[in-house]
């Protein structure tokens, strides 16, 4: 079942005189088990959006459909704990949520509150940081003493640990080296292909985008502009031009090869594919 | 978290706006005196008018007064029930059970509500109409005599500045590391009291961690653009003195000596 915003309108500060609306009548089926970017300039509204999925913010207009919830506005919520269980989100600079004494705790904080009992909220902890590269010998040392690196991957081992359905991720790689950019995002991607896991990903990282994401939804100004495939979004250069996107380096690399006479497939969206594939040709 | 009004500065413009910061809070502290003073009801009416009349010429809305009185409730029914208690003099007004309440005890506490709200009004006109960095410069003013006895008034006026400035991106702070909590299934509204305790902690520890980094952060940027406690600065908005700020002064000190001259006479 696709998480569907029916009609749905968010307005900050309603019925004051400086009420400003964030999103605008929002039409959008989100598909479940593959991975959505959803991105648009500072203040199009992403942030808003994606608050929405785990009832954060409640509709001012319209609904929400995700999972087996419904979320309509003006009526009040009943399944807040289950709703936000099923779907985890990893904010902005997340490494600001730590706070128990030790690692291994903070992380099971999240499925004790959800109800796991403590031996197996321990367990999940564990395989979470496992998970996210985080070593034994640093699970009973305090979060506050790693690196901003190391607390951002402590952070979202929280949120993998509730064992979520969608993983909404909101600027996931912000602050962080390319180097560790590229494993975090790595390890959500396969958390997707592995265990079916939704992606909804906020960003500004075009390249990213392009590399990894099924689809894209482009916001602009609290309202719906795009909502298709990545790679026809990024091979539409008129509608990459209204959005006032850059075309991602890979892109202009890979026309390039095409005009130079390579056939290149569709899947071809990294540097190492489209090595691949060249080399194939070449061979022949 | 934004119905906040007390001491909320209101970006609009106005002529109590425009007033010199200084001005303002010398008209503040005659006010206040005019309002502790007097003890006839028509001159606290008198009082409450010169205010309506500045309230207006700020353009602001009697709604944003009566919200900033919101807090103060708690206060005052504390104050009623105290003063009822205590105070056993005057006439009897009415009994509940064996209990009397005098008619000293319900006046006294009135007139302690209504110098508190006049009081309140008027600090609040004073934020809403300054600019928080012109209050503290006007601040650092009042305080320059002090330096004589090595007061740090520059220091001072600083520290109220910056926390001052730091308190919307607190707030916003704090609203981040709820929903991120919230999103790791803490329940701020309900739950046992061992729940709500950890729940607090999930806020206050990471809120504290960030509070420091930032100052921090601060201190390194103050450092490296060159800033000096105590060192003699210059500044780029100087305050003047106009006619229209003594004449502000003048009008408060009117009412403060008409208030002062009700003890008297009336």
Known sequence: MPIKFKALSYIYNKDMPYAHKALDHID?????????????????????????????????????EILDYEIRANEKQRFLKPLRKDVGLVFQFSEYQLFEETVIKDVAFGPINFGFPPQEALKRAADALKLVGVDEDHFEVSPLELSGGQKRRVAIAGIIACDPKVIVLDEPTAGLDPQGAKEIIELFIDLNKKQGKTLIIVSHDNEMVYNYCDDTVVLSKGKLVYHGPTDELFADKEKLKEFNMLEPQIVSFRNELIDKGFRLSKEARTLDKIAEEIAKQVKR | MNDLVFGKYIPIDSEMHKLDPRAKLIGLFLMIGAVFVPKSWWVFLAIALCLAVALLMAKIGIRMIVQSFKPMIMMMIFLLVINSLTIRTGDILFTIGSFAIYKDAIFNTLFVIVRLLLMISI???????????????????????????????????????????????????????????????????????????SAILSLIVPLFSVAFERAYELADAMEARGYVPGAKRTRYHVLKFRFKDYLFIFICVVILAGSIASRFYL
């Open chain 1, 28 to 64: 959008l089926n989100i598909r479940e088990n593959v991975v959505t970017a959803v991105i648009g300039e500072t203040g199009s509204g992403k942030s808003t959006l994606v608050e929405h999925l785990n009832a954060l913010l409640l509709p001012s207009e319209g609904s929400l």
């Open chain 2, 123 to 197: 600090t609040t006109l004073l934020t809403a109409t300054t600019n928080p960095l012109d209050l503290t410069l006007g601040i650092e003013w009042l305080l320059k005599p002090l330096e004589a006895i090595r007061f740090p008034a520059h220091e001072v006026a600083m520290m109220v500045s910056i926390a001052l400035r730091f308190i919307p991106t607190i707030i916003e702070e704090t609203m981040r590391i709820m929903n991120a909590q919230k999103s790791r299934g803490v329940d701020f509204e309900n739950g046992r009291l061992s729940e709500k305790i």
